[in-house]
């Protein structure tokens, strides 16, 4: 089941991310900000560093791995990665974020589903996943229904598009919205479990006719009825 809405209405522009860059060539200053931390706490940050810019590089991308890691994100609960990363459970985040290729950031409830079994310790041991290629959980997932939205300017484009789809994995989702948007809006890409209607690009795309489908598809996700079910909103504007 596949469903594609399009539509032609104006745009929102999304606010471009600013971020506060130390500069390392310069020398250290009385007012710098210290950090007391550890060894390994240090290993994490410089762990996640190396991950962001093997990805971005091994995908092409323009992104700029630095400004990744200085930027603020949702994932870290609005902090850095180069300051979140210190904590083990962010860490664990960033390095399954890159190593799925799950855009640039999520919210926080995907990363649970990612993590283990229920039940399993949150300290157990964590294998990084193999650069290059997807992770599949231990234990085999259920069907999920996973809602993403993308707001995207470039090459003359504005976009800003809700993709629902039922799928055992976020990287199912992510690999068939790669498939119909291309990899530099992709890397854009905003990944939840389930339909959330309050999500502001939810609000703007989804009629109530096909967000009422969801909530019943969302209770209900596990059915071999949804199992290829897919529905694509877009709204597009060429400048």
């Not at 498939?179 to 959330?196: C, K, M, N, P, Y």
């Not at 969302?218 to 199992?227: I, L, Q, T, V």
Request: hydrophobic share 40%; with cysteine; aromatic share 6%.
């Amino acid at each position: 089941m596949q469903a594609t809405v399009l539509s032609s209405l104006p745009l929102t522009q999304t606010p471009p991310m600013t971020f506060t860059y130390d500069d390392p060539l310069d020398p250290d200053l009385p007012q710098d900000a210290t950090v007391v931390t550890t060894r390994r706490a240090l290993c994490r940050v410089a762990t996640v560093a190396a991950e962001a810019g093997a990805r971005f590089q091994r995908e092409a991308s323009g992104v700029d791995p630095m400004g990744w890691m200085l930027s603020p994100r949702r994932m870290f609960d609005g902090s850095p990665a180069i300051e979140a990363c210190l904590d083990r459970e962010h860490f664990v985040r960033a390095i399954i974020l890159h190593g799925l290729s799950l855009g640039l950031d999520a919210e926080p409830d995907v990363f649970g589903q990612l993590q283990g079994a229920d039940g399993e310790d949150e300290r157990a041991p964590l294998s990084r996943p193999n650069r290059g290629r997807s992770r599949r959980c231990r234990s085999a997932p259920r069907q999920t229904l996973y809602c993403a939205t993308i707001s995207y300017e470039g090459e003359g484009v504005l976009l800003q598009a809700f993709h629902a789809s039922v799928a055992r994995h976020p990287s199912e989702v992510v690999q068939r919205l790669r498939s119909r948007f291309g990899e530099d809006v992709v890397d854009l890409v905003e990944i939840r479990a389930g339909f959330h209607p309050a999500a502001p690009l939810a609000i703007a795309l989804v009629p109530n006719g096909i967000a009422n489908m969801l909530r019943r598809i969302e209770k209900d996700a596990d059915s071999s009825d949804y199992s290829t079910f897919a529905v694509d909103i877009e709204q597009r504007l060429e400048a």
